[in-house]
Every structure is written in structure tokens, then in C-alpha cells.
């Protein structure tokens, strides 16, 4: 029986009994089934079967909606499901990930309009509908759990810097080709849904960490997401049962992971989640002198800044086409431009 589901997004296109029976239809009979909360781009459904096993199912974006006038993805959103797929199988074998295993998937939409991928269903509470009731040394059991997780995954190395979908379609033989062309992909999904992301200063933002991104030269994988609502656990303990959504994975600099796990922060790393990812082998270029408003050397710095205001120019974006609603939304929008302008001063652009 399904519960009662929560709004969906124009992105979301959960599955009907009849189709989560059609395509589950070879790992057993469906009893039950329901939407998990939480998530703000794909459909995300658990389903019960009769061998008392627990599969999760997560769809792409219908092609209805794609077509539908401007369409509600933003540049880099494209054919996120494949690349979550690719992922997932990519790290299955890597020690120190706990992600979950893909089961099937069906990509031919010949049961729905959507792709769709079956996963193993990991146990755990999401951190981010927890977090402010555990205590703080909970809180950093886990942050540093996900450190060593983001190097574990890190340990897995690319040939081409960018978004793996659709043949690295957004993507460059060089890390700065690939940020620029981040850069470019922001600006003109800003202008397609009338928000202003001060364009020219992104630019300049981008010219002055120029050469700190040429520093970069080994396309590394990073989950981009880490944040805690990616994040299953134990709230008594902080222990980490597993970490999801890879949809948003990509190939190039490490730093770029302590962006996603912590995108409202304009300051220093957490230090619980810096401590876990240098025990587990991560290397930070740490500034001695602590000058820096992020911790790190005045290259790693300046990139970080960079992948910082990238992110708050794209979350500010995407309130629109999303059509995010309600009181909480008014105050998002403002942490953002409030991040944005600090972001900005800090780059002195």
C-alpha cells in the first residue's frame, strides 16, 4: 500500500504500483511499497518484497517535462540517472565505500517514461532529519566518517576532466576547460530563468583562479554531494550506514568534494571532516599561517572559493525552475546572496 505522497516536483515522476511490480517483476512479488522523502530532483521509492527484502527505485526526469517548454534542468543535470548507474558500479569493488548496490536498471522506458535504477535499500536515518538532536560528538563521529568515505571514493582516478553523461558532454581534456565551460553553462541557465548570478563578476571570479586551477592535473572522482542529507546513519552513534546519490558525480579536483558536503560554508573546512579524510590518505594543501578565509594555501584557496560561488550561483538558480515553495525559501535565498557577496570578496572580484 502507498502512503501518503508528499508533493512532487515538476523533476519527479514516482512509479505506479503496477509499474514497480512490472519491473521488480524478477526479483520477486511487491507487497508494499512508498516515496522516500528528502529528495529535491529525482522520485525516490522503497519497495517490499515477499523474500523480506527491501529494493529502492529511483527514475530520471520524464521526457514530457524535458519537452515541455524550458525545461526545468539545468546544464549539468543531464542524463543524471546513467551517470549515478555508472557510479555506483564503478565503486562497488572500492573498499571504504558504503554505497548501494545496483540490482537492475531499465533504460529502454519501455515500462514508464523514465529511466529507472533498482538499488539495494540501505539501511540508516537521513543525518540532515537528525542532525540538530544528536550530539556533537555524534555529529563528528560522522563528519569524519565521510571524510575518509570521500577519499575512498577519490581513490578512483579518470581520463577526462567533467559530468561522465552522455560521453562527458560537459566536460575538457583540462580542468580549467571544464570549469570555464561550468562557468559558461551557470550564466546561461541563469539567463534562461531571469536570475541574476552577476554574470561579470563570475567571469572575473573565474580569470583571478585561473592559475590555481591549471594546478590541477589529475581528473579524480569526487561525489560533489556529500551533504548530509546524502547521508544514512545511526543518530545515537553517528555511525555511517551508507552514503547515496551519486547522480552528481564527476571527474576533477578533490577539493571540490568539501564544496558539496558543505556548499553554505564560505569559511575553514569542518575539521572533523578534514580529520577523517587525511587519516584515510586524503591530502589538503593547508595554509600554515591559517591566513586564508578557507584554511588552505592561497591556490587551494582561491579554488575552493571558485567551487563555492559556483554552487551557490547554481542553487540560486534552480529556486526557479524547481518551483520551490514555502516560508523556508525566502530565507534560502538570502543565505545565498549573503554567501555569494563574502564568496565574491573573498576572490576580490
Not at 565505500?97 to 533504460?107: A, K, T
Not at 538499488?119 to 537521513?126: D, I
Request: hydrophobic share 45%.
Amino acid at each position: 500500500m502507498v502512503s501518503d505522497q508528499p508533493t512532487m516536483l515538476r523533476t519527479q515522476r514516482p512509479l505506479s504500483a503496477p509499474e514497480i511490480a512490472q519491473v521488480l517483476a524478477p526479483l520477486g512479488t511487491v507487497i508494499g511499497h512508498r516515496i522516500l522523502s528528502g529528495g529535491t530532483f529525482s522520485a525516490v521509492q522503497a519497495a517490499d518484497l515477499d523474500n523480506g527484502t527491501t529494493v529502492v527505485l529511483k527514475t530520471s526526469v520524464p521526457e514530457s517535462v524535458l519537452a515541455d517548454g524550458r525545461t526545468p534542468l539545468l546544464t549539468y543535470e543531464r542524463d543524471m540517472l546513467a551517470t549515478e548507474r555508472d557510479m555506483l558500479m564503478a565503486l562497488a569493488d572500492v573498499a571504504g565505500v558504503p554505497s548501494p548496490r545496483v540490482i537492475l536498471s531499465d533504460f529502454t522506458r519501455s515500462v514508464a517514461n523514465v529511466d529507472i535504477l533498482v538499488t539495494e535499500h540501505v539501511s540508516g536515518v537521513p543525518w540532515d532529519t537528525v542532525e540538530g538532536s544528536m550530539s556533537a560528538k555524534a555529529n563528528a563521529h560522522a563528519w569524519e566518517q565521510v571524510g575518509a568515505i570521500m577519499a575512498a571514493i577519490q581513490s578512483v582516478k579518470g581520463a577526462v576532466f567533467g559530468y561522465p553523461a552522455q560521453g562527458f558532454a560537459l566536460g575538457a581534456a583540462t580542468w580549467p576547460g571544464f570549469v570555464a565551460s561550468l562557468i559558461d553553462a551557470a550564466i546561461h541557465d541563469a539567463e534562461q530563468w531571469g536570475v541574476d548570478i552577476e554574470p561579470d563578476r563570475l567571469i572575473d571570479a573565474l580569470a583571478v583562479s585561473a592559475q590555481a586551477l591549471a594546478a590541477v592535473t589529475v581528473p579524480t572522482l569526487v561525489h560533489n554531494d556529500l551533504w548530509p542529507g546524502n547521508v544514512l546513519l545511526n543518530p545515537e552513534s553517528g555511525s555511517v550506514h551508507g552514503v547515496v546519490d551519486f547522480e552528481r558525480a564527476l571527474f576533477g579536483d578533490p577539493l571540490q568534494d568539501f564544496c558539496g558536503a558543505l556548499s553554505m560554508t564560505t569559511g575553514a573546512i569542518a575539521e572533523p571532516l578534514l580529520t577523517g579524510y587525511q587519516r584515510a590518505g586524503g591530502t589538503v594543501p593547508l595554509d600554515a599561517k591559517a591566513a586564508t578565509a578557507t584554511g588552505l594555501d592561497e591556490a587551494a584557496d582561491a579554488r575552493l572559493t571558485l567551487y563555492r560561488l559556483w554552487s551557490m550561483s547554481v542553487q540560486l538558480t534552480e529556486i526557479v525552475p524547481r518551483g520551490f515553495r514555502g516560508a523556508w525559501v525566502a530565507d534560502h535565498r538570502t543565505t545565498i546572496n549573503a554567501n555569494r557577496k563574502a564568496l565574491f570578496a573573498q576572490l576580490g572580484v
